[in-house]
């Protein structure tokens, strides 16, 4: 039995499936606040996801994370920086914001350094595979002076936190050059598999490529990486701005993961 009080801010399939299987295993009380909540035409499915899984939702991030320990941030990366910022204005001395959103190494350094100024403690994380199928027992890396204290706390639920680093920024810039590599490939691979159908080719293109890399299903990986995309699209192409912004924070150019992102988003936007 657990009696740690976590909150949610951000109810989307990451916040809803994390929230799920803490209560579940470790029976944990959870809140969630998400901005859907704010629109009735929005806010059924999430009222009714709340309600089969035993989350209470609350009508403000304040009020979700009222007397809570542990308050994740799980939005999106474009708004990882707004929630920081408000959490500043509510969050309480021995509460720890985790912000597991894609943002870039930077971002986060902002978010951390906002939070500090008020005395209040950040934890990074980075989440390095899709969850769907570990749920919480993806990987995360974390990162900030509480991160090892605070992975060691979430591992006890059942999480897989490592900690990497106490400065903020590591563990962000372990995920976003993995994604340049991994989306890349989504993107490249979504191309290249459509452009064979067209030319009636696929066979020999997937040949060919199984005599340079043997141990992959070619196949196989096109179309799941092709569902993947059309599924998560607009989430990974916001995820890709975040690498193209960590590269040109760097000086180096950021076309190829700005082209990532429009790749992504495309496919996911032809789905809708």
Not at 153 to 175: C, D, F, H, Q, Y
Not at 250 to 261: H, K, T, V
Request: charge should be neutral.
């Amino acid at each position: 039995m657990s009696n740690t009080r976590i909150a949610f801010i951000g109810y989307g399939e990451v916040g809803q499936l994390f929230a799920r299987q803490l209560i579940a295993g470790t029976k944990a009380s959870v809140t969630a606040y998400d901005i859907k909540l704010d629109a009735p035409e929005t806010a059924l499915p999430l009222v009714a996801q709340a309600s089969r899984d035993g989350v209470r939702l609350a009508q403000s991030a304040a009020e979700a994370a009222d007397g809570v320990e542990l308050v994740f941030s799980a939005v999106t990366a474009s708004a990882a920086q707004d929630v920081a910022r408000e959490a500043a204005s509510y969050l309480r001395p021995g509460q720890i914001l985790f912000d597991i959103n894609s943002a870039s190494p930077n971002t986060k350094a902002r978010c951390a350094e906002g939070l500090a100024g008020r005395g209040l403690d950040y934890v990074e994380g980075a989440v390095m595979a899709p969850v769907a199928e570990p749920g919480i027992k993806v990987s995360i890396l974390t990162g900030g002076a509480k991160a090892a204290p605070f992975s060691d706390r979430l591992n006890a639920l059942g999480m897989n936190l490592r900690p990497v680093a106490e400065t903020i920024g590591r563990a962000s810039a372990t995920k976003l050059c993995r994604s340049i590599m991994i989306k890349g490939l989504e993107a490249l691979i979504i191309d290249s598999a459509r452009a064979s159908r067209h030319w009636g080719v696929s066979d020999d293109v997937f040949a060919s490529l199984a005599e340079t890399f043997p141990s992959i299903d070619w196949p196989r990986l096109a179309e799941t990486m092709d569902a993947r995309v059309a599924r998560h699209g607009i989430r990974r192409a916001a995820e890709m701005r975040e690498a193209a912004a960590m590269l040109a924070e760097m000086g180096m150019p950021p076309g190829l993961s700005e082209a990532i992102a429009d790749a992504h988003e495309r496919r996911a936007r032809e789905n809708s």
